[in-house]
């Protein structure tokens, strides 16, 4: 999706997280962000998706 604001409203239908889509709220940690965002993309390459989200 090349519209931003479309690609998070759609991602925002999601009631959960998933391996590879996160909602965060106040995290200003360096180190938690790295480690989400490793996550995120172990997640992403186990469900053979290109794309990891991190909101």
Known sequence: MEN????????????????????????YDPDMIGADISALANGATLDERNYAYFL
């Open 4 to 27: 931003l604001e479309l690609l998070v409203k759609e991602l925002c239908k999601y009631k959960d997280e998933l391996p590879w889509l996160e909602f965060k709220h106040n995290n």
